[in-house]
């Protein structure tokens, strides 16, 4: 036995001791979070708690270091989750672990040393805990391996079983937490991202794709006839980090507007248009992918880390084949996200990172937009004045989570008591707004006849459980409590597209992944391009994808489709209705993406450069980070 206690004594005292820990973590996410499973699930949860205190117990060289050692990977655990839900609103996932270094890059200070104690903490006390050279320890190992193993060759049939037993929302990941409790969801979870790992698509299953998408637009998507002239026009398109319009919050008591009286005038000639993100509070790359490769994100994890594995003739890629020079910008550390490799295999011939440009305005880790503004202008400069066009990317990081300002910058918009996330946003916000009004006057006197495209990345995380938004009725604390109206709320940002010299022009609303091919028809690009294939989805105006849930907005009307799911007051003739044709359109999309992201590319086949020369691209490095 791991201890000098008599054997059952030191079990009871281990097994007492999970019991004691999940009743104060319950009591103190219930507390700090409002975050806790439902009451029908702490029995399945707790026991879950318990078997895996056995097993880690089996093999501890002690009860003290048993202890210590599974109190910080619990709460590691479980207060991990509770952030995510808390921010995002959603639960860990197995994708998270993978994108867990991430970490290390978005933090400093002290969040930056909290994310290394969450991460490291656990794996040295569990390798301090457990007795190496007992013979109990390896029979436990090979438990805890045979039950991998099993996962490992039946993740289908685990995910059906465990679906039936414990319950599962393909819309709702939230609730799935709640009706499991923790370690159920996240072994679930994993047999299901191991199910999911298919192979990629034939020739026959692309070609059936592509012609249910041709059969919606009325014509081949892909080809062209004539040898179209190509765009000379530059394109800027400038990426705000958690830009949105605050005056909604009307429970805040803004003491003034944020926004730019400029800003305001610039969108209301654009008709106040909106763009449409797939992600809420964070994931940038997801809003990325969709607006430099046409395709939408339809799972919560981050496409750019293990979705892009091939090199494709996205927007970048798209414009370089004619000639342009392509330059992506963002002040944050180069590797984030994947972005080194994600920016080369889309078509960035140069990236400049937080390496490249002078720190010398930050607020506390984030570089200014004022300062990034400036210092891509003066980069671009030399390329501006020659005949070479030019797509100029810029993704700002100013205006991140937790919103703070240097003194140079100080606050000068109130809000209610109570609402000090609310106040710290809406002065990052008017500030974040001024700067961009300066660069746009600037980048517009130097290229007057530049295509400019700007946008919000998504909503600002306002405070816990959507926290911020609930408080004026945008929405609701718990999304199983969403209306339709509250989930268009939740992706909605502003956007403004300035044609040259004609000024804002009114595009309306768009998915982000419709945002490309409508930027190649204004600069008149009427090459064939893999971003076309998405442009108009059937049955609505606008299809925004989201995590096992579609929303479909038709002018004023908004209707979601929640998987086999019912939405409040849907009867199963509408949602078939309303959701079918939605459905068959995004499973031939969701393919042809698998097929160009990750699989052998048939779909390239029937463009008219050949797929070779993209597969030769890939031996040949083109985004250029400073070394």
């Known amino acids: 036995m791991p201890d000098t206690l008599h054997p059952r004594l030191a079990w009871g005292t281990a097994l007492l001791f999970i019991a004691l820990w999940y009743v104060l973590a319950q009591t103190a996410m219930n507390q700090w979070f409002q975050i806790n499973p439902w009451s029908s699930t702490y029995p399945r949860d707790l026991t879950a708690h318990l078997l895996l205190g056995a097993l880690l117990f089996g093999m501890a060289r002690s009860l003290p270091r048993f202890m210590l050692a599974t109190a910080v990977l619990f709460t590691s655990l479980t207060l991990g989750n509770a952030l995510k839900l808390a921010i995002l609103g959603a639960p860990v996932t197995p994708d998270d672990f993978v994108a867990a270094r991430h970490l290390f890059l978005l933090f400093g200070g002290w969040q930056f040393a909290g994310a290394v104690l969450m991460v490291a903490a656990p794996l040295v006390l569990l390798g301090w805990m457990i007795a190496w050279r007992q013979r109990r320890t390896w029979i436990n190992l090979g438990v805890l391996g045979f039950g991998v193993g099993l996962l490992v060759a039946f993740p289908a049939s685990l995910t059906q079983a465990m679906d039936a037993r414990f319950g599962h929302s393909v819309w709702n990941q939230p609730a799935n937490f709640q009706m499991r409790g923790l370690p159920i969801h996240l072994l679930q979870e994993t ?154 295999r889309i078509g960035f011939e140069t990236y400049w990172s937080d390496r490249d440009f002078v720190l010398d305005d930050m607020n506390r880790e984030f570089l200014s937009d004022a300062s990034l503004y400036r210092q891509v202008l003066e980069r671009l400069e030399p390329t501006l004045r020659q005949s070479q066009p030019v797509f100029n990317y810029v993704l700002t990081y100013f205006g991140h989570l937790d919103y703070p300002l240097n003194e140079r910058r100080p606050a000068t918009i109130t809000a209610a008591q109570g609402h000090d996330m609310v106040a710290a946003y809406a002065n990052t916000l008017s500030y974040k707004s001024r700067e961009l009004m300066a660069f746009l006057r600037e980048l517009r006197r130097r290229d007057p006849d530049g295509l400019i495209v700007l946008f919000g990345d998504h909503l600002p995380f306002l405070g816990p459980n959507f926290g911020g938004y609930t408080e004026s009725g945008l929405l609701a604390s718990q999304r199983s409590d969403f209306t339709d109206r509250m989930f268009r709320t939740l992706v909605e940002t502003p956007l403004v597209v300035i044609d040259g010299r004609r000024g804002p022009v009114a595009v309306g609303d768009l998915s982000f992944y419709q945002l490309p091919a409508r930027l190649l028809a204004l600069l008149g690009d009427q090459r064939p391009s893999i971003m076309a294939l998405t442009l108009r989805p059937p049955r609505a105006a606008h299809l925004r994808p989201l995590p096992g849930l579609s929303v479909l907005i038709e002018g004023d009307s908004v209707s979601t489709c929640r998987g086999a799911e019912l939405a409040p007051g849907d009867t199963e003739a509408s949602h078939a209705s309303a959701c079918g044709a939605s459905s068959d359109w995004l499973k031939a999309v969701e393919r042809l993406r698998a097929d160009l992201f990750s699989g052998a590319q048939h779909a390239l086949l029937d463009l008219h450069a050949p797929r070779a020369e993209f597969r030769e691209a890939a031996l040949t490095p083109r985004v250029k980070p400073r070394d």
Not at 196 to 207: F, H, I, L, S, W
Not at 327 to 344: E, I, K, L, T
């Open 191 to 344: 047999a299901r991202n191991l199910s999911r790992r298919e192979t990629p698509p034939t020739r026959a299953e692309v070609t059936a794709a592509l012609t249910s998408l041709a059969d919606v637009e009325g014509r081949d998507l892909l080809k062209v006839a004539g040898a179209p002239d190509l765009p000379r026009r530059n394109l800027h398109m400038i990426v705000l980090e958690s830009f949105w319009d605050p005056l909604a919050l009307t429970a805040s008591e803004l003491s003034a507007d944020p926004l730019d009286p400029e800003f305001r005038a610039l969108w209301t000639a654009a008709g106040h248009s909106h763009a449409l993100a797939p992600v809420f509070g964070g994931y940038t790359a997801n809003t990325e992918f969709e607006v430099l490769c046409g395709f939408p994100v339809t799972r919560d994890n981050v496409f750019f880390e293990g979705g892009l594995r091939r090199d494709v003739p996205c927007l970048p890629r798209h414009l370089v084949d004619a000639g342009y020079r392509t330059f992506a910008s963002h002040p944050n550390s180069a590797p984030f996200w994947n972005r080194v490799n994600a920016y080369r």
